[in-house]
């Protein structure tokens, strides 16, 4: 409660008040603003205001899914497995024809062959491998009563294997492997020996898939190699012709040989320039040595040669004619000159001088011949060099355009080359199976069935049916604005919470209310300390009210007297509801035949109509005979004469009224009080009446200074029983 707002609304809210330090702690429940939108109480008072919802969903859940388990068809699963091998096992030259893929496209790869899997395609392969349209174990036995009229035998077989084909692509499953390159293919039937058939029956087929694909892709490279060599072998022809057919018209001679540097080709004019030049520089350097050598023994005796020197002929001569020299110094000596010996020695002398001289004089002759020789060769061979030149000059100029169409038809012919050693690579692979993808395990036939799982259906079933439950409890919450929690009072009535009180049951309530020492007794005894201090000494007059009827505003009115009256203060409880007047049941009294209205009236004085005897201090004014015209009596100077006149003589006036929404009693009696309270019975009066009454109170003038919760349960709240009242709650013998 925000007492500062009743008692002095000019002290600043950050100083204590005078009365804070006589307060027990906990009796004024302050106002908290909750900045979560469900807090844990607020979900605990949810469960527990819907608890008989939430359970019964959740046990038609668990009921539902139960019996679908019992009566769904049990479902049995076969799994083969298939190994990818995403870098190929290539036996020969020629089987990857496909690039390789990259090691971070491997899990692309992988998705991909699961996506084959689960494809149309391999379905309907499936079902013509095994020609499932003619057989009825797939399709049931009834599947031709469902022939239409107009189909053919054919196109109803057509009609057949397409509907298997869809059974097959809607019951196969593959999983993506995380940590290795295994693919497990995995069937469901009814039928345990059909599931392990279909497992084994994809499995074979996707193997089969991709051999058949690799099969096809070296045929499709075959036809396009083998289109792609004729017309190459043709370009070729036609630049072979070309070439040819310029060489001849330009009188072009390539000869076989291939030049050194690899460059071109090489031509007979240009190979005979070439073998020109190498024997005109040949002649060149033998006529330079002969003529050097010429040079060298031009001026010199004959018998002075080197070459005269070394013959041995010669130099046989020249020793004969020593020896005959010296015979004939010998013979001298004792003969003349005419002495035949003489001259026959003198005649072979000058026989052996002439051969001499002859044999220097050829030797002489041969190296000025060899000279003339050579230089005549070189003259020669320098005329049929610059001839040579000449046609090889001419000849360059028509050998670009023949070497521009002999490269073409070179490049064609290096490509035919490769064209064909490809051709036959692929050839070779062409029956050859990759090894890509390998069946691994085969399936077994299942000897238990993976579905219905009743664990899972029923888990599955309290799922849903907690969604359900859940959703159904948060609406009806969001449409029901029903007074709960202390919160719920302050923040949506904007009065502050006085206190309140714990619901007892009404068979109870006797028993409970002369017990001092009850919860319910302890907390109205809260409630009036909180009165006791909240509200001035002078501002003694007080209105109790509702917005509906049994709301509990009588219990409080004659609790609150009673115990008002037992810290000595005296107290005229007065019965205000003049339409249905409860004060005297509720203290045991019947009814009188006088009371308020007789009073009002002056009918009887005060001392005849109160009840006395109740409670020390306290007096009670009831009503007798209901009038007429209660609302006119509210509004009239004789009540408020009333109030004044009785004000002085009683510490504490409090009037039980009647409720506000309805009736105009209790606003009229509201603007002739000091404080209206107004009760709040906690889980039946909507905010909306709350507010609709408080405003009606303000509207006429009333002080609604606070308001009091009762019969408040505290797990409806989603607050802890035993902690909001165990303070109050004293055993025997404590």
């Known amino acids: 409660m925000n007492d500062r707002a009743i008692t002095n609304p000019q002290e600043p809210e950050d100083r204590p008040l005078w009365l804070d330090r006589y307060l027990p702690e906990g009796q004024i429940v302050p106002h908290q603003r909750h900045g979560k939108l469900l807090s844990a109480p607020a979900i605990r008072g ?89 057989r009825y174990g797939l399709l049931g036995a009834d599947v031709d009563e469902g022939r239409p009229p107009e189909l053919s035998d054919e196109e109803w077989v057509n009609a057949k294997q397409r509907m298997a084909a869809s059974i097959l692509y809607g019951s196969v499953d593959a999983e993506l492997p995380s940590d290795n390159w295994i693919i497990e293919i995995v069937y469901r039937s009814d039928d345990p020996v059909l599931a392990a058939e279909m497992a084994n029956a994809y499995a074979k087929a996707f193997a089969a898939f991709e051999t058949r694909e690799t099969l096809d892709g070296n045929e499709y490279a075959q036809s396009v190699l083998r289109e792609r060599i004729t017309t190459v072998r043709a370009r070729l022809q036609d630049a072979e012709d070309n070439a040819n057919t310029y060489a001849r018209k330009n009188g072009i001679i390539v000869q076989a040989t291939p030049r050194e540097d690899g460059e071109g080709t090489v031509t007979v004019t240009s190979s005979n320039l070439a073998s020109i030049n190498a024997s005109a520089s040949a002649a060149t350097a033998k006529r330079i040595e002969a003529e050097q050598r010429w040079r060298s023994v031009q001026n010199l005796p004959a018998a002075q040669l080197p070459e005269v020197q070394e013959n041995l002929v010669l130099q046989e001569l020249i020793t004969d004619r020593a020896i005959k020299q010296a015979q004939l110094v010998e013979l001298r000596q004792r003969y003349t000159d005419v002495f035949p010996r003489v001259r026959d020695l003198s005649a072979q002398i000058a026989s052996l001088d002439a051969r001499i001289q002859q044999s220097s004089d050829e030797i002489k002759a041969a190296v000025r011949n060899a000279y003339i020789v050579a230089r005549n060769q070189e003259q020669a061979l320098q005329r049929e060099l610059n001839s040579a030149t000449g046609s090889t000059l001419a000849e360059q100029d028509l050998q670009v355009q023949y070497s521009v169409l002999e490269r073409e038809a070179q490049a064609l012919r290096d490509q035919l080359q490769a064209l064909l050693a490809r051709f036959n690579e692929v050839s070779t692979a062409a029956n050859v199976q990759s090894g890509m993808i390998n069946p691994l395990d085969t399936a077994v036939v299942p000897s238990s069935p993976y579905a219905p799982s009743l664990f899972r259906n029923l888990a599955l079933a309290l799922v849903l049916g907690t969604a359900l439950a859940a959703g159904l409890a948060v609406l009806r919450e969001t449409l029901d604005d029903l007074v709960r929690s202390f919160e719920d009072v302050e923040e949506k009535t904007g009065l502050p919470l006085l206190g309140h009180t714990p ?62 009256a037992g810290v000595g203060r005296k107290t005229l409880l007065v019965d205000g509801d003049l339409r249905h007047p409860t004060v005297a049941q509720l203290v045991g009294h019947e009814r009188p035949k006088t009371g308020l209205v007789e009073v009002l009236l002056g009918q009887v004085d005060l001392q005849s109509a109160i009840i006395s005897g109740v409670h020390e201090n306290l007096d009670i004014l009831p009503v007798g005979e209901v009038p007429a015209n209660p609302t006119e009596l509210f509004a009239s100077r004789q009540l408020s004469e009333f109030i004044e006149k009785y ?45 609709t009454a408080i405003k009606r109170l303000r509207a006429n003038g009333g002080n609604p200074v606070g308001a009091i919760l009762t019969k408040y349960r505290a797990l409806e709240a989603g607050q802890d029983f035993s902690y909001q009242y165990g303070y109050y709650e004293y055993e025997k013998g404590d």
């Open 46 to 134: 949810i469960l527990f205001r819907q608890r008989w919802l939430i359970a019964g969903i959740l046990v038609a859940a668990a009921i539902v899914g139960l019996i679908l388990t019992l009566l769904a068809t049990p479902m049995y699963e076969a799994r083969s497995s298939v190994r990818i091998e995403p870098y190929g096992s290539f036996i020969v030259e020629g089987q990857n024809v496909e690039q390789g893929i990259a090691s971070n496209q491997v899990y692309d790869l992988l998705s991909t062959q699961i996506s084959i899997i689960k494809s149309r395609s391999l379905a309907e392969t499936v079902a013509q491998d095994l020609n499932l349209g003619e």
């Open 647 to 691: 004000r002085s003589e009683y510490s504490l006036i409090i009037f039980d009224s009647s409720p506000i929404l309805g009736l105009a009693d209790a606003p009229m009696l509201a603007r002739k009080v000091d404080a209206t309270i107004f009760v709040m019975e906690a889980n039946r009066v909507h905010f909306g009446q709350a507010r």
């Open 503 to 564: 619901f007892v049951e009404e068979a109870d309530l006797t028993q409970i209310g002369t017990n001092r020492f009850s919860s319910l007794v302890e907390a109205y005894a809260s409630i009036r300390s909180t009165l006791d201090f909240a509200i001035p000494p002078e501002h003694n007059v007080i209105q109790l009210t509702s917005s509906q009827a049994s709301e509990g505003k009588s219990t409080t009115a004659v609790i609150l007297s009673e115990l008002f």
